[in-house]
Protein backbone atom coordinates (compact mmCIF):
# COMPACT_ATOMS: atom_id res chain seq x y z
CA UNK A 1 0.00 0.00 0.00
CA UNK A 2 1.58 3.37 -1.07
CA UNK A 3 2.02 5.84 1.71
CA UNK A 4 -0.12 8.75 1.20
CA UNK A 5 0.62 12.25 2.97
CA UNK A 6 -2.38 11.58 5.54
CA UNK A 7 -0.49 8.44 6.56
CA UNK A 8 1.98 10.52 8.83
CA UNK A 9 -0.48 13.02 9.86
CA UNK A 10 -0.42 14.58 12.77
CA UNK A 11 -2.37 12.38 14.64
CA UNK A 12 -4.06 14.96 17.65
CA UNK A 13 -4.34 18.25 18.00
CA UNK A 14 -1.17 20.64 19.38
CA UNK A 15 -1.02 23.76 21.34
CA UNK A 16 0.92 25.91 18.25
CA UNK A 17 1.43 25.83 14.92
CA UNK A 18 5.20 24.90 14.68
CA UNK A 19 6.07 22.14 12.41
CA UNK A 20 8.70 19.73 11.38
CA UNK A 21 9.50 21.31 7.94
CA UNK A 22 12.67 19.50 6.63
CA UNK A 23 15.11 16.84 7.34
CA UNK A 24 18.48 16.17 6.30
CA UNK A 25 21.81 14.61 7.22
CA UNK A 26 25.09 16.61 7.32
CA UNK A 27 28.30 14.78 6.97
CA UNK A 28 31.71 16.34 7.59
CA UNK A 29 35.08 14.91 9.06
CA UNK A 30 37.54 18.12 9.96
CA UNK A 31 39.72 15.28 12.02
CA UNK A 32 39.63 12.51 9.20
CA UNK A 33 36.55 10.53 11.64
CA UNK A 34 33.18 10.63 9.65
CA UNK A 35 30.93 12.53 11.15
CA UNK A 36 27.07 12.49 10.70
CA UNK A 37 24.40 15.09 11.88
CA UNK A 38 21.01 15.40 11.54
CA UNK A 39 19.32 18.88 10.97
CA UNK A 40 15.47 19.17 11.46
CA UNK A 41 14.06 22.83 10.42
CA UNK A 42 10.62 23.59 11.73
CA UNK A 43 8.26 26.17 10.03
CA UNK A 44 9.49 28.97 12.66
CA UNK A 45 12.16 30.79 10.83
CA UNK A 46 15.33 30.24 12.46
CA UNK A 47 14.17 27.62 14.41
CA UNK A 48 15.92 24.53 13.93
CA UNK A 49 17.72 21.50 16.38
CA UNK A 50 21.25 19.61 15.32
CA UNK A 51 21.08 15.38 16.85
CA UNK A 52 24.44 13.33 16.50
CA UNK A 53 23.55 9.81 14.26
CA UNK A 54 27.41 9.12 13.78
CA UNK A 55 28.33 5.83 13.13
CA UNK A 56 31.98 6.47 11.67
CA UNK A 57 32.02 3.11 9.89
CA UNK A 58 28.56 2.79 8.25
CA UNK A 59 27.81 6.68 7.85
CA UNK A 60 26.70 6.15 4.38
CA UNK A 61 23.84 3.72 5.72
CA UNK A 62 22.95 6.59 7.95
CA UNK A 63 22.43 9.30 5.87
CA UNK A 64 20.22 7.26 3.34
CA UNK A 65 18.23 5.90 6.48
CA UNK A 66 18.04 9.49 7.15
CA UNK A 67 17.43 11.31 3.93
CA UNK A 68 15.24 8.80 2.23
CA UNK A 69 13.04 6.94 4.99
CA UNK A 70 12.83 8.70 8.07
CA UNK A 71 12.35 12.12 7.26
CA UNK A 72 8.74 11.02 5.59
CA UNK A 73 7.65 9.99 8.55
CA UNK A 74 8.23 12.97 10.39
CA UNK A 75 7.36 16.46 7.62
CA UNK A 76 4.74 18.18 9.09
CA UNK A 77 4.69 16.73 12.23
CA UNK A 78 4.58 18.40 15.77
CA UNK A 79 8.41 19.23 16.76
CA UNK A 80 7.24 18.74 20.81
CA UNK A 81 6.07 15.26 20.63
CA UNK A 82 9.14 13.77 21.20
CA UNK A 83 8.40 10.44 22.38
CA UNK A 84 5.77 9.56 19.73
CA UNK A 85 8.22 10.42 16.90
CA UNK A 86 11.07 8.08 18.28
CA UNK A 87 8.60 5.23 18.88
CA UNK A 88 7.43 5.64 14.90
CA UNK A 89 10.84 6.23 13.59
CA UNK A 90 11.66 2.83 16.02
CA UNK A 91 8.56 1.13 14.92
CA UNK A 92 8.00 1.80 10.84
CA UNK A 93 11.01 -0.37 9.52
CA UNK A 94 9.34 -3.56 11.56
CA UNK A 95 12.98 -4.80 12.20
CA UNK A 96 13.82 -3.00 15.19
CA UNK A 97 17.46 -2.07 16.31
CA UNK A 98 21.26 -2.28 14.94
CA UNK A 99 23.62 0.41 14.87
CA UNK A 100 22.65 1.96 11.49
CA UNK A 101 18.81 2.40 12.12
CA UNK A 102 19.88 3.53 15.74
CA UNK A 103 22.01 6.34 14.99
CA UNK A 104 19.93 7.39 12.30
CA UNK A 105 16.96 8.06 15.08
CA UNK A 106 19.42 9.22 17.72
CA UNK A 107 20.10 12.21 15.03
CA UNK A 108 16.55 12.62 14.89
CA UNK A 109 16.24 12.64 18.63
CA UNK A 110 18.73 14.39 19.56
CA UNK A 111 17.60 17.46 17.29
CA UNK A 112 14.54 17.73 18.81
CA UNK A 113 15.41 17.62 22.27
CA UNK A 114 17.46 20.51 20.64
CA UNK A 115 14.69 22.44 18.94
CA UNK A 116 12.43 21.88 22.67
CA UNK A 117 15.20 23.33 24.67
CA UNK A 118 15.58 26.35 22.23
CA UNK A 119 11.39 26.52 22.37
CA UNK A 120 11.42 26.63 26.33
CA UNK A 121 14.64 29.35 26.08
CA UNK A 122 16.64 26.58 28.37
CA UNK A 123 19.85 24.33 27.83
CA UNK A 124 18.62 20.99 27.57
CA UNK A 125 20.23 19.49 30.90
CA UNK A 126 17.38 21.77 32.52
CA UNK A 127 14.49 20.00 30.56
CA UNK A 128 15.79 16.75 32.20
CA UNK A 129 15.10 17.92 35.67
CA UNK A 130 18.41 20.38 36.27
CA UNK A 131 22.02 19.53 37.64
CA UNK A 132 23.10 17.66 40.36
CA UNK A 133 26.69 18.62 39.61
CA UNK A 134 28.46 21.35 38.65
CA UNK A 135 30.25 19.48 35.78
CA UNK A 136 31.43 16.10 34.81
CA UNK A 137 35.00 14.69 35.46
CA UNK A 138 36.23 13.01 32.51
CA UNK A 139 38.80 10.35 31.08
CA UNK A 140 41.55 10.85 28.47
CA UNK A 141 43.78 8.29 26.87
CA UNK A 142 47.13 7.95 27.28
CA UNK A 143 49.09 5.34 25.18
CA UNK A 144 52.48 4.34 23.71
CA UNK A 145 54.80 2.01 22.24
CA UNK A 146 56.11 1.05 25.09
CA UNK A 147 55.51 1.32 28.54
CA UNK A 148 58.00 4.09 29.34
CA UNK A 149 56.22 5.88 26.66
CA UNK A 150 52.40 5.68 27.73
CA UNK A 151 53.76 6.86 31.13
CA UNK A 152 55.47 9.66 29.88
CA UNK A 153 52.23 10.44 27.95
CA UNK A 154 50.16 10.08 30.84
CA UNK A 155 51.87 12.52 33.07
CA UNK A 156 51.54 15.15 30.91
CA UNK A 157 47.37 14.61 31.17
CA UNK A 158 48.06 14.58 34.47
CA UNK A 159 50.24 17.94 34.83
CA UNK A 160 47.09 19.36 32.41
CA UNK A 161 44.77 18.31 34.98
CA UNK A 162 43.06 14.68 34.29
CA UNK A 163 42.64 12.62 37.66
CA UNK A 164 41.67 9.54 35.06
CA UNK A 165 43.82 7.96 32.42
CA UNK A 166 43.42 5.21 30.37
CA UNK A 167 46.54 3.42 29.67
CA UNK A 168 47.24 1.82 26.66
CA UNK A 169 50.51 0.42 25.83
CA UNK A 170 51.84 -2.12 22.64
CA UNK A 171 52.03 -5.66 23.06
CA UNK A 172 53.51 -7.52 20.98
CA UNK A 173 52.00 -8.18 17.16
CA UNK A 174 49.93 -5.99 14.82
CA UNK A 175 46.66 -6.59 16.59
CA UNK A 176 46.89 -4.33 19.64
CA UNK A 177 44.76 -1.88 20.50
CA UNK A 178 44.56 1.85 21.69
CA UNK A 179 48.40 1.82 20.97
CA UNK A 180 50.42 1.53 17.95
CA UNK A 181 51.32 -1.60 16.15
CA UNK A 182 54.87 -3.40 16.05
CA UNK A 183 54.54 -5.67 13.23
CA UNK A 184 56.58 -9.01 13.03
CA UNK A 185 57.13 -10.19 16.47
CA UNK A 186 55.72 -13.88 15.67
CA UNK A 187 58.19 -14.28 12.49
CA UNK A 188 57.82 -17.94 13.12
CA UNK A 189 54.11 -17.89 13.02
CA UNK A 190 51.65 -18.37 10.48
CA UNK A 191 50.63 -14.98 10.84
CA UNK A 192 53.63 -12.62 12.41
CA UNK A 193 52.24 -9.83 12.88
CA UNK A 194 49.33 -11.68 15.28
CA UNK A 195 48.11 -10.77 18.39
CA UNK A 196 48.62 -12.98 21.67
CA UNK A 197 45.82 -13.24 24.21
CA UNK A 198 48.74 -14.79 26.83
CA UNK A 199 51.68 -12.48 25.93
CA UNK A 200 49.11 -9.66 26.35
CA UNK A 201 47.66 -10.88 30.04
CA UNK A 202 51.43 -11.36 30.63
CA UNK A 203 52.34 -7.70 30.00
CA UNK A 204 49.60 -5.87 30.84
CA UNK A 205 50.32 -5.86 34.68
CA UNK A 206 53.85 -4.58 34.01
CA UNK A 207 52.24 -1.31 32.69
CA UNK A 208 50.15 -0.69 35.68
CA UNK A 209 52.95 -1.52 37.88
CA UNK A 210 54.94 1.10 36.17
CA UNK A 211 51.96 3.38 36.21
CA UNK A 212 51.34 2.84 39.92
CA UNK A 213 55.27 3.94 40.44
CA UNK A 214 55.16 6.90 38.12
CA UNK A 215 52.02 8.32 38.74
CA UNK A 216 50.80 10.56 41.77
CA UNK A 217 48.53 7.84 43.90
CA UNK A 218 45.54 9.71 43.89
CA UNK A 219 45.48 9.13 40.03
CA UNK A 220 42.62 6.74 38.72
CA UNK A 221 43.58 4.18 35.96
CA UNK A 222 41.57 2.49 33.80
CA UNK A 223 42.23 0.33 30.86
CA UNK A 224 40.42 -0.97 27.59
CA UNK A 225 40.48 -4.87 26.64
CA UNK A 226 38.27 -3.93 23.96
CA UNK A 227 36.46 -7.60 23.96
CA UNK A 228 39.41 -9.79 23.32
CA UNK A 229 39.22 -12.18 26.11
CA UNK A 230 37.30 -15.57 27.34
CA UNK A 231 35.63 -15.45 30.41
CA UNK A 232 38.49 -16.82 32.23
CA UNK A 233 40.86 -14.53 31.00
CA UNK A 234 39.18 -11.87 31.72
CA UNK A 235 39.16 -13.05 35.69
CA UNK A 236 42.97 -13.76 35.46
CA UNK A 237 43.88 -10.31 34.18
CA UNK A 238 40.98 -8.57 36.78
CA UNK A 239 42.63 -10.24 39.64
CA UNK A 240 46.01 -9.96 38.34
CA UNK A 241 45.39 -5.75 38.18
CA UNK A 242 43.73 -5.86 41.43
CA UNK A 243 46.98 -4.79 43.51
CA UNK A 244 46.77 -1.11 41.36
CA UNK A 245 43.15 -0.05 42.09
CA UNK A 246 41.93 0.41 38.83
CA UNK A 247 38.70 2.45 38.14
CA UNK A 248 37.35 0.51 35.40
CA UNK A 249 38.65 -2.51 33.37
CA UNK A 250 37.04 -2.15 30.27
CA UNK A 251 35.19 -4.52 27.45
CA UNK A 252 36.68 -7.64 28.65
CA UNK A 253 34.51 -9.80 26.43
CA UNK A 254 33.04 -9.51 23.35
CA UNK A 255 29.04 -8.85 22.96
CA UNK A 256 28.73 -12.68 21.97
CA UNK A 257 29.49 -13.60 25.40
CA UNK A 258 27.79 -10.61 27.67
CA UNK A 259 25.68 -13.51 28.94
CA UNK A 260 28.87 -14.90 30.97
CA UNK A 261 29.48 -10.93 32.19
CA UNK A 262 27.88 -11.51 35.98
CA UNK A 263 29.88 -14.64 36.57
CA UNK A 264 33.00 -12.36 35.49
CA UNK A 265 31.95 -9.82 37.29
CA UNK A 266 31.32 -11.28 40.62
CA UNK A 267 34.82 -12.95 40.41
CA UNK A 268 36.79 -9.99 39.46
CA UNK A 269 38.57 -7.51 42.33
CA UNK A 270 38.51 -4.54 39.74
CA UNK A 271 35.10 -2.33 38.54
CA UNK A 272 33.89 -3.70 35.15
CA UNK A 273 32.50 -1.53 32.18
CA UNK A 274 31.09 -2.70 29.55
CA UNK A 275 28.83 -1.15 26.82
CA UNK A 276 29.88 1.05 23.89
CA UNK A 277 29.04 -2.18 21.38
CA UNK A 278 25.44 -2.51 22.73
CA UNK A 279 23.04 -1.33 19.70
CA UNK A 280 19.56 -1.61 21.10
CA UNK A 281 17.96 -0.32 24.30
CA UNK A 282 17.36 -3.82 25.17
CA UNK A 283 21.22 -4.68 25.11
CA UNK A 284 22.07 -1.72 27.53
CA UNK A 285 19.07 -2.99 30.14
CA UNK A 286 19.93 -6.49 30.54
CA UNK A 287 23.46 -5.63 31.11
CA UNK A 288 22.14 -2.94 33.94
CA UNK A 289 19.69 -5.18 35.46
CA UNK A 290 21.31 -8.69 35.40
CA UNK A 291 24.29 -7.74 37.16
CA UNK A 292 26.70 -7.76 34.32
CA UNK A 293 28.51 -4.23 34.70
CA UNK A 294 28.89 -1.49 37.22
CA UNK A 295 29.71 1.08 34.91
CA UNK A 296 27.65 1.15 31.23
CA UNK A 297 29.14 2.40 28.80
CA UNK A 298 26.62 2.97 26.19
CA UNK A 299 27.68 4.76 22.74
CA UNK A 300 24.22 7.25 23.48
CA UNK A 301 24.17 7.52 19.52
CA UNK A 302 24.20 3.55 19.22
CA UNK A 303 21.13 3.19 21.29
CA UNK A 304 18.65 5.53 19.93
CA UNK A 305 19.70 9.21 21.20
CA UNK A 306 18.62 11.08 24.88
CA UNK A 307 15.54 9.85 24.80
CA UNK A 308 16.07 6.00 25.59
CA UNK A 309 20.03 6.66 27.26
CA UNK A 310 18.01 9.21 30.39
CA UNK A 311 15.61 5.89 30.99
CA UNK A 312 18.71 3.69 30.46
CA UNK A 313 20.55 6.36 33.36
CA UNK A 314 17.51 6.39 35.58
CA UNK A 315 17.84 2.65 35.54
CA UNK A 316 20.98 2.46 35.94
CA UNK A 317 20.57 4.75 39.27
CA UNK A 318 17.58 2.57 40.60
CA UNK A 319 20.33 -0.46 40.75
CA UNK A 320 23.27 0.82 41.07
CA UNK A 321 25.12 0.95 38.36
CA UNK A 322 27.01 4.11 37.01
CA UNK A 323 27.34 5.86 33.68
CA UNK A 324 30.30 6.36 31.65
CA UNK A 325 29.19 6.91 28.33
CA UNK A 326 31.25 6.31 24.86
CA UNK A 327 32.88 9.38 23.18
CA UNK A 328 35.49 9.28 21.76
CA UNK A 329 36.53 10.98 18.00
CA UNK A 330 34.08 9.04 16.66
CA UNK A 331 31.21 11.43 18.99
CA UNK A 332 30.05 14.59 16.98
CA UNK A 333 30.25 17.65 19.50
CA UNK A 334 26.43 17.45 19.50
CA UNK A 335 26.54 13.82 20.82
CA UNK A 336 29.15 15.04 23.41
CA UNK A 337 27.00 17.81 24.50
CA UNK A 338 24.23 15.36 24.66
CA UNK A 339 26.39 12.91 26.92
CA UNK A 340 27.33 16.05 29.17
CA UNK A 341 23.66 16.88 29.61
CA UNK A 342 22.99 13.45 31.06
CA UNK A 343 26.21 13.51 32.96
CA UNK A 344 24.89 16.63 35.14
CA UNK A 345 21.38 15.52 35.60
CA UNK A 346 22.06 11.86 36.32
CA UNK A 347 22.77 11.04 40.24
CA UNK A 348 24.25 8.05 38.55
CA UNK A 349 26.52 9.66 36.79
CA UNK A 350 30.45 8.01 37.09
CA UNK A 351 32.89 9.21 35.04
CA UNK A 352 33.17 10.87 31.02
CA UNK A 353 35.02 9.44 28.16
CA UNK A 354 36.44 12.87 26.89
CA UNK A 355 37.77 13.88 23.50
CA UNK A 356 40.34 16.97 23.09
CA UNK A 357 38.44 18.14 20.02
CA UNK A 358 40.69 20.01 17.63
CA UNK A 359 40.61 23.53 16.46
CA UNK A 360 38.97 22.77 13.23
CA UNK A 361 36.40 20.57 14.68
CA UNK A 362 35.85 23.82 16.81
CA UNK A 363 35.65 25.84 13.61
CA UNK A 364 32.70 23.68 12.25
CA UNK A 365 31.02 23.45 15.81
CA UNK A 366 30.85 26.47 16.79
CA UNK A 367 30.39 25.95 20.77
CA UNK A 368 32.05 22.67 21.08
CA UNK A 369 32.73 21.99 25.13
CA UNK A 370 35.60 22.19 26.02
CA UNK A 371 37.42 19.93 28.65
CA UNK A 372 39.27 22.36 31.38
CA UNK A 373 41.35 20.81 33.93
CA UNK A 374 39.89 17.49 33.43
CA UNK A 375 35.91 18.68 34.03
CA UNK A 376 33.67 19.36 31.50
CA UNK A 377 30.40 21.57 31.56
CA UNK A 378 27.50 21.75 28.83
CA UNK A 379 26.87 25.16 27.23
CA UNK A 380 24.34 27.56 29.06
CA UNK A 381 22.55 28.51 25.53
CA UNK A 382 19.46 27.10 24.96
CA UNK A 383 19.01 23.66 23.65
CA UNK A 384 22.56 22.27 23.14
CA UNK A 385 24.47 25.62 22.70
CA UNK A 386 26.47 23.73 19.20
CA UNK A 387 26.02 25.42 16.00
CA UNK A 388 27.08 23.73 12.81
CA UNK A 389 28.85 26.01 10.10
CA UNK A 390 28.10 24.24 6.73
CA UNK A 391 30.26 26.10 4.58
CA UNK A 392 33.44 25.07 7.03
CA UNK A 393 32.09 21.48 7.17
CA UNK A 394 32.49 21.07 3.33
CA UNK A 395 35.71 21.94 4.04
CA UNK A 396 36.08 18.80 5.41
CA UNK A 397 34.49 16.31 2.92
CA UNK A 398 34.11 12.69 4.17
CA UNK A 399 35.72 9.12 2.97
CA UNK A 400 35.14 6.05 3.96
CA UNK A 401 36.26 5.12 7.43
CA UNK A 402 39.65 3.06 7.72
CA UNK A 403 38.20 0.87 10.20
CA UNK A 404 37.47 -1.86 7.92
CA UNK A 405 40.98 -2.23 6.70
CA UNK A 406 42.28 -2.43 10.26
CA UNK A 407 40.16 -5.02 11.33
CA UNK A 408 40.98 -7.03 8.50
CA UNK A 409 44.48 -7.01 9.67
CA UNK A 410 43.58 -7.76 13.70
CA UNK A 411 44.63 -12.01 13.41
CA UNK A 412 45.95 -13.64 16.13
CA UNK A 413 49.37 -15.33 15.66
CA UNK A 414 47.78 -18.72 13.95
CA UNK A 415 46.04 -16.27 11.07
CA UNK A 416 42.36 -15.94 13.22
CA UNK A 417 40.42 -12.96 12.99
CA UNK A 418 40.38 -11.72 16.42
CA UNK A 419 37.51 -8.76 18.08
CA UNK A 420 39.13 -5.62 16.68
Known sequence: MAAT?????QPWPVRDEVRIRSVRTIVTAPEGIPLVVVRIDTTTPGLFGLGCATFTQRWRAVRTFVDEHLARLLVGRYPGDIEDLVRLAHFAGYWRGGPVTNNAISGVDQALWDIAGKRAGLPVYELLGGKVRAAADTYVHASGATIEETIANAQRFVAAGWRHVRLQASTPGGGGYGSPRIPG????????????????????PDLFAAAREALPPHIELLHDVHSRLTPKEAV?????????GLFFLEDVLAPEHWDRLPEVRAASPV???VGELTTSMTDAVRLVRDGGVDFIRSHISGIGGLTPARKLAALAELVGVRTAWHAPGDT??????????????????????????????HEVFPGTLPIIDGWIRPNEAPGWGIELDEEAAAAYPADLSGHDAWAAGVRRIDGALEAP
Open 5 to 9: EASFA
Open 185 to 204: EYPDAPYPDGWSARDYLRRV
Open 236 to 244: LLARSLEPY
Open 271 to 273: PIA
Open 332 to 361: SPVGAAANVALDVSSPAFGIQEGHVYSKAT
